[in-house]
């Protein structure tokens, strides 16, 4: 019986194949490193010219090749002056072997067919073990990710236990580009970026500004109706801020360099936790008034590297859905599971019907990476896990996953292709209350520290819609659509019928706009539907004398003689049930 491997050893042994094809057609190439990653592999090279999209054809078939021919892997050990020599040519090569032999590990090699490198393994029994491989792409990457070291070729790939499995992930990958909020956020003119303003810094065009806005709309009445205040705070701040919490120390390679006001140095806000601190401290509140909830859709700025820095999901400068709420320890668990309950309310009402939960811990043998007495560390976990085991929510457990001051919940949302993308985060906070001095008044007339639960229900507003975008496809539901209602005329004598409705249309709040070309109705249709505009209103001779409309969808389904007060009442209630 064959022996089965995992996943994870099909990759990598994937990864060493395509290093093999890379040295036997193009020699002159250096080898950096090749490990499997989630849903594939890759394998890094140095090399003057770029890998085009025809090299990596005829690597897959000089790959299907080697597997054809069944070879074998075997693991040898050799001396360091036999080592040396065979990766005399592969400076990146020696220099990992040198790193193996600082930390004492002898290193080891694996060779197939006549192809040998450097690797701890495991790997497959043979090059027929890899039944399903495929190349997927190129892409720039820093040797060991610092952008101070030279930048290599990158090629991915994806491997399979079963011809079945890749075929499936293709064709999710095929959707998954179709669906690509880089593409569809500028066909649809949400947004853009400009290398001329700085990278990850987000344009919001009139069409994603909608959408932002209705968002927004909707979440500050949400979070009112829950007891929530709502606040604003500066966009800069005194540095001190940041040594008193502790993030100076800890987060700085996040945070931008100060800015000298004054003599003073001066950041701009990574967070906005210490500004609501400060709003709370401006008087002595009893236990009477706990718990005390501010919101902000704030504006923050960190530092993510130009290589990871993507669209509206990795960017520079982003609107948190923040807040922070002060409350006694007895409130603790009442309130983590108030935000549960509007977190989970607010995904599903986007469309998100799936989750992974994940509570998020310190790692047990790396404390000194944390804030913090492990009293209060203990009672935060323990608060946040009897929350999720009262609402008896599945989660996981991430050990090593918390921030340093605190632990969390952390909700990834599961979107239309399976995907996990980091959304709601609650953070329990013993740390900050005590250094800035953060009180209130007890039963006992004596000061008490509150409690801190740092939370977002939909993340950033920039990753939160850009995740959207893929999501729907680009198709936004009525409520969200920057363009509810487009209305098309058949000939110029429907024109003045159709501003009329216009005129009506705006009147009763629903966004829209008129098609009065002279262009033919089907091409009218195809722009509209280019456009993802929910309601197509088609208005000819026929709708003119009757009053009456057509109405189409997306879906291509056409309604005709609808009247004019019905479609009105219909699309208002589908817009106020957020369907």
């Not at 000089?62 to 070879?71: G, V």
């Not at 705070?233 to 004054?262: A, C, Q, V």
């Not at 000194?368 to 008896?392: P, V």
Request: proline share 4%; net charge neutral; glycine share 6%.
């Amino acid at each position: 019986m064959a022996e089965k491997h995992s996943i994870e050893t099909l990759r990598h042994s994937a990864a060493h194949l395509l290093a093999q094809a890379v040295k036997e057609i193009f020699p002159d190439a250096k080898l950096g490193i090749g490990p499997n990653v989630e849903n594939g592999f890759y394998y890094d090279f140095e090399r003057d010219t770029p890998f085009t999209p025809e090299d990596l054809k005829k690597l897959e078939d000089r790959m299907r090749r080697h597997i054809k021919a069944a070879e074998k892997f075997e693991k040898i050990e050799y001396s360091e002056a036999e080592a040396k020599k065979i990766l005399k040519d592969e400076p990146y090569k020696l220099e990992l072997m040198d790193d193996l032999k600082k930390e004492g590990e002898k290193p080891t090699f694996y060779k197939h067919g006549n192809f040998i490198d450097l690797c701890r393994g495991p790997h497959v029994n043979s090059t027929a073990d890899l039944k399903a491989v495929k190349l997927t792409k190129v892409a720039a990457a820093y040797w060991r990710g610092d952008q101070n070291n030279k930048q290599l070729q990158r090629i991915y790939g994806t491997a399979f236990l079963t011809k079945e499995e890749l075929e499936l992930y293709l064709k999710r990958l095929e959707e998954a580009e179709k669906r690509d909020h880089t593409k569809l956020g500028k066909e649809l003119e949400i947004y853009s970026t400009h290398p001329e303003v700085g990278a990850g810094l987000i344009h919001w065009h009139p069409n994603g500004s909608i959408i932002r806005m209705e968002i927004e709309n909707f979440w500050k009445t949400e979070h009112i109706r829950r007891g929530y205040k709502y606040v604003y705070t500066p966009h800069i701040g005194n540095i001190g801020l940041w040594k008193t919490s502790g993030h100076w120390d800890f987060y700085r390679e996040s945070m931008y360099s100060p800015m000298k006001i004054d003599t003073v140095d001066y950041l701009v806000k990574p967070m906005n936790c210490p500004f609501h601190i400060f709003i709370y401290k401006t008087k002595l509140h009893s236990y009477r008034e706990l718990p005390i909830r501010y919101a902000e859709l704030g504006t923050v700025y960190r530092y993510e590297k130009s290589g990871v820095v993507h669209g509206m999901v990795r960017v520079r400068g982003f609107t948190q859905d923040d807040a922070h709420i002060f409350c006694t320890p007895e409130q603790l668990k009442d309130e983590i599971i108030g935000v549960l309950e509007l977190s989970l309310f607010m995904l599903q009402t986007f469309g998100y019907k799936e989750y992974v939960i994940e509570l998020s811990v310190r790692d047990p043998k790396n404390k000194e990476k944390y804030l913090g007495e492990d009293s209060g560390w203990n009672k935060a976990e323990a608060a946040l896990k009897e929350a999720l085991n009262t609402k008896k929510l599945k989660y996981r457990i991430g050990e090593g996953e918390a921030k340093f001051y605190g632990p969390s919940i952390d909700i990834k949302t599961i979107d239309a292709l399976g995907r996990e993308w980091q959304g709601p985060t609650i953070q329990v906070d013993f740390n900050l209350p005590e250094k800035f001095d953060v009180t209130y008044e007890g039963q006992d007339g004596k000061k008490h520290r509150p409690v801190m639960v740092h939370r977002t229900v939909l993340g950033s507003m920039e990753r939160f819609v850009g995740c959207l975008i893929e999501h729907y496809a680009g198709k936004f539901p009525l409520w969200l659509a920057p363009t509810q209602v487009k209305i098309l005329t058949i000939t110029d004598r429907c024109n003045k019928a159709a501003e009329e409705l216009y005129g009506t249309l705006l009147d009763n709040n629903i966004r829209a706009e008129l098609d009065l070309r002279t262009e033919t109705i089907p091409k009218k249709v195809r722009e509209a539907q280019l456009e993802k505009v929910p309601k197509i209103i088609i208005i000819g001779d026929k709708e003119v004398e009757a009053k009456t409309v057509a109405v189409r969808t997306l879906d291509g389904k056409v309604k005709f003689g609808v009247k004019i007060s019905e479609f009105i009442e219909e699309i208002l209630k589908e817009i106020k049930e957020k369907q």
